[in-house]
């Protein structure tokens, strides 16, 4: 089956700093990648599309400045939360297709906390 | 605004008894997805459905694809404890390429 890596499962970082997450596919090459984000409890929010080798689209009222998507290989995207706050913290996931999009398959999520 | 409606989002139940899980869309869907994920974790696929009126059995879990492709449904017979988790549809709509998930609906099984 396909195989999505996220790393890294746990993150601290101070207020005002960058972290970055990283999403691979292990097993195939994807052609999209998909970013989200989860509050406790709730369901998972698209906030980006990218597609390899081009600009990522984002959903509205995700700041691009903000989250910072790079999607420069067709087996890797990175996520970037640029100078993080405390309302940053939640739970990342990105999941990986490839053609047209019929089914995705996912990482294991980010747990981001931001003190 | 969520592309996806599911109902109800909370459920508590008896092991034991059945229930139905609502997906519900304006959009049509060449397919779609159900996932359950456990806290902390990624979802895990359960069924894809593509064929508008199709029905797909995974022991106690049906799930039906509406007829307009615009809805899906996931009934469980006998619900154990095992079943407890965030049940979610998904899935990409005809007019793009991004994948998105319904509003989730929180599954309780009380032994």
């Known amino acids: 089956g396909a195989v999505v890596s996220q790393h890294p499962s746990r993150v601290i970082c101070k207020s005002g700093t960058s972290v970055k997450i990283e999403c691979r596919s292990l097993?195939?090459?994807?052609?999209?990648m998909f970013w989200y984000r989860q509050f406790p409890k709730q369901s998972l929010m698209l906030m980006a599309t990218?597609?390899?080798?081009?600009?990522?689209?984002?959903e509205q009222g995700v700041e691009k400045d903000k989250f910072l998507i790079n999607h420069a290989s067709l087996t890797l995207s990175t996520l970037t939360v640029t100078s993080a706050h405390p309302e940053d913290s939640s739970f990342y996931i990105c999941?990986?297709?490839?053609?047209?999009?019929?089914?995705?398959?996912f990482g294991q999520g980010t747990r981001l906390t931001v003190v | 605004t969520q592309l996806l409606e599911q109902s109800p989002q909370f459920l508590s139940i008896q092991e034991g008894e059945n229930l139905t899980v609502y997906c519900n869309s304006s959009?049509?869907?060449?397919?779609l997805q159900w996932y359950r994920q456990e806290p902390g974790e990624g979802p895990v696929l359960l069924v894809t459905?593509?064929?508008?009126?199709e029905v797909k059995k995974l022991k106690r879990l049906t799930f039906q694809f509406g007829d307009a492709r615009k809805d899906s449904s996931l009934h469980i017979t006998a619900a154990q404890p095992g079943d407890t988790g965030l049940y979610l549809c998904?899935?990409?709509?005809?007019?793009?390429?991004?994948?998105?998930f319904g509003t989730g609906t929180s599954l309780t099984v009380i032994p």
């Open positions: 999941s990986a297709s490839w053609g047209q999009v019929t089914e995705a398959f």
């Open positions: 097993d195939f090459q994807a052609t999209t």
């Open positions: 990218s597609n390899e080798g081009s600009k990522a689209t984002y």
């Open positions: 959009s049509v869907f060449s397919s």
């Open positions: 459905v593509v064929t508008g009126g």
């Open positions: 998904a899935g990409s709509p005809n007019t793009g390429n991004q994948f998105y």
